[in-house]
């Protein structure tokens, strides 16, 4: 993992290309999702059935794609008493932390009796896409249908890649845990397809949320509009900012747990002092020695991983604003004095207690976070992501009266004889409210 000090030239050019790995080639896989998206809009769960036999390597059914209760018992029942308490435990932490971000309709009375205000209702129907195949992410089930459940969401789908028809039993439970109405076995750009055009078997839904490979981020961006999506979600990443308090080895090991999940995983890590840095470069090199996922962690550190050695906290604060990580860690000996100075970052760690693969798991909040730089005008994923507002408007005589001259006025402004009409319109009687 390389070594780069501020103010040499390696230095800028690596903080100027930090983002280019999430550059995701989106036009190499458009003809190929589109194709997919026309099959599935036309012809439905026929085209879902080819596309998983051709994609998932079996021969599913309208009623083998959508996970029975039988199979769902199964899995729970798979799964040893330990594992069943920790994803319940985890379920419970997330649904503590969410339940804070309830909202509420709210509404106020002028004093002429004008009512204003607005009115919170969730969405209808929900789908969550939870990557499957290799991995299984039953983290990803709870984070995503958990805050949507508690916003009010009376119906939540979802949808998993099932290789040759197999279900990580894991996932299954944690849906189960997480209250999901219906899963189907669909992968891919079908599935999205499915959830935001719907079929016989699959409906449509409001939203779709949950992260994917290049094939369902590039579906998610062309089918945006037909439905609402979460976001686009690029290539994870960590900042770690360090005064050299801590043990080098702790920032060895949550470089490296963010390097494992691919080979476009960054990891950086800021700190003032170069003896420290080296010290957090040898422990990172006898900790990959025996990860299991080595070849990967190895190659996401070579082509993006790197130690910035910055004149002092200020500097590391500055050039982590302008990031905006995903993860932001702040191994510092007083974390939240140099909290005052962030102003970017989707998930904050403070301490040197508080590694970021806790945040992933059972920490509370959720681990759906904005990438790329996109933490600079976005937010995790909550219960307010489920939710949609609605202006409340009621005018009393008086309250019209007061405002109608204004408004026709700024009516001639835009050149809107039309609106100015319609306030007009109410000038002669002023008619009392049933």
């Given at each position: 993992m390389r070594i780069l000090v501020s103010g040499e030239k390696d230095f800028s050019h690596f903080l100027q290309s930090f983002y280019r790995r999430g550059e995701t080639g989106f036009e190499k896989v458009e003809r190929s999702v589109r194709g997919i998206l026309e099959q599935v809009k036309e012809r439905g769960d026929l085209a879902l059935l080819r596309l998983t036999k051709k994609y998932d390597g079996w021969s599913a059914s309208l009623k083998t794609l959508r996970v029975s209760e039988k199979e769902t018992q199964a899995a729970l029942k798979s799964l040893s008493q330990e594992e069943r308490k920790d994803l319940k435990f985890t379920a419970e932490r997330i649904e503590r932390f969410h339940i804070l971000q309830q909202q509420k309709s709210w509404s106020f009375a002028e004093e002429d009796g004008t009512i204003l205000g607005q009115i919170v209702r969730p969405m209808e129907r929900v789908g969550v896409?939870?990557?499957?195949?290799?991995?299984?992410?039953?983290?990803?089930?709870?984070?995503?249908?958990?805050p949507a459940r508690i916003a009010g969401v009376p119906e939540i789908i979802m949808t998993c890649p099932a290789p040759r028809g197999y279900l990580n039993p894991a996932i299954l439970a944690a849906a189960h845990i997480a209250r999901v109405n219906a899963i189907f076995k669909i992968g891919g750009a079908q599935a999205i397809a499915a959830m935001a055009f719907g079929t016989k078997i699959v409906p449509k839904v409001d939203k779709i949320i949950g992260p994917?490979?290049?094939?369902?981020?590039?579906?998610?961006?062309?089918?945006?509009?037909?439905?609402?999506?979460?976001?686009?979600?690029?290539?994870?990443?960590?900042?770690?900012?360090?005064?050299?308090?801590?043990?080098?080895?702790?920032?060895?090991?949550?470089?490296?747990?963010?390097?494992?999940?691919d080979e476009q995983a960054a990891a950086v890590l800021l700190c003032i002092s170069k003896g420290f840095a080296e010290k957090v470069q040898r422990a990172i090199s006898e900790q990959l020695a025996t990860l299991p996922r080595r070849q990967i962690a190895e190659q996401s550190l070579k082509d993006f991983g790197a130690i910035l050695i910055v004149k002092n906290l200020s500097e590391a604060a500055r050039i982590s604003n302008d990031l905006a990580p995903e993860h932001l860690e702040l191994a510092v000996a007083n974390p939240f004095c140099l909290l005052r100075k962030i102003k970017n970052a989707g998930a904050i760690f403070l301490g040197h207690m508080s590694p970021e693969a806790i945040g992933d798991y059972v920490a509370g909040p959720n681990h759906v976070l904005p990438t790329g730089g996109a933490a600079r005008f976005s937010s995790p994923l909550g219960v307010y992501d489920f939710l949609k507002r609605s202006s409340l408007i009621c005018l009393s005589p008086e309250g019209l009266k007061k405002l109608s001259q204004p408004g026709m006025r700024l009516a001639q402004m835009e050149n809107f004889e039309g609106h100015r009409r319609a306030i007009e319109k109410r000038q002669g009687g002023w008619i009392s409210r049933p």
């Amino acid at each position: 993992m390389r070594i780069l000090v501020s103010g040499e030239k390696d230095f800028s050019h690596f903080l100027q290309s930090f983002y280019r790995r999430g550059e995701t080639g989106f036009e190499k896989v458009e003809r190929s999702v589109r194709g997919i998206l026309e099959q599935v809009k036309e012809r439905g769960d026929l085209a879902l059935l080819r596309l998983t036999k051709k994609y998932d390597g079996w021969s599913a059914s309208l009623k083998t794609l959508r996970v029975s209760e039988k199979e769902t018992q199964a899995a729970l029942k798979s799964l040893s008493q330990e594992e069943r308490k920790d994803l319940k435990f985890t379920a419970e932490r997330i649904e503590r932390f969410h339940i804070l971000q309830q909202q509420k309709s709210w509404s106020f009375a002028e004093e002429d009796g004008t009512i204003l205000g607005q009115i919170v209702r969730p969405m209808e129907r929900v789908g969550v896409y939870v990557p499957g195949g290799k991995a299984a992410y039953p983290s990803s089930v709870l984070m995503n249908a958990i805050p949507a459940r508690i916003a009010g969401v009376p119906e939540i789908i979802m949808t998993c890649p099932a290789p040759r028809g197999y279900l990580n039993p894991a996932i299954l439970a944690a849906a189960h845990i997480a209250r999901v109405n219906a899963i189907f076995k669909i992968g891919g750009a079908q599935a999205i397809a499915a959830m935001a055009f719907g079929t016989k078997i699959v409906p449509k839904v409001d939203k779709i949320i949950g992260p994917g490979n290049i094939y369902v981020a590039a579906a998610k961006r062309m089918v945006f509009g037909d439905v609402s999506i979460d976001s686009i979600a690029g290539p994870s990443e960590i900042l770690i900012i360090s005064d050299g308090s801590g043990d080098p080895s702790f920032l060895a090991a949550d470089l490296i747990s963010q390097a494992e999940h691919d080979e476009q995983a960054a990891a950086v890590l800021l700190c003032i002092s170069k003896g420290f840095a080296e010290k957090v470069q040898r422990a990172i090199s006898e900790q990959l020695a025996t990860l299991p996922r080595r070849q990967i962690a190895e190659q996401s550190l070579k082509d993006f991983g790197a130690i910035l050695i910055v004149k002092n906290l200020s500097e590391a604060a500055r050039i982590s604003n302008d990031l905006a990580p995903e993860h932001l860690e702040l191994a510092v000996a007083n974390p939240f004095c140099l909290l005052r100075k962030i102003k970017n970052a989707g998930a904050i760690f403070l301490g040197h207690m508080s590694p970021e693969a806790i945040g992933d798991y059972v920490a509370g909040p959720n681990h759906v976070l904005p990438t790329g730089g996109a933490a600079r005008f976005s937010s995790p994923l909550g219960v307010y992501d489920f939710l949609k507002r609605s202006s409340l408007i009621c005018l009393s005589p008086e309250g019209l009266k007061k405002l109608s001259q204004p408004g026709m006025r700024l009516a001639q402004m835009e050149n809107f004889e039309g609106h100015r009409r319609a306030i007009e319109k109410r000038q002669g009687g002023w008619i009392s409210r049933p």
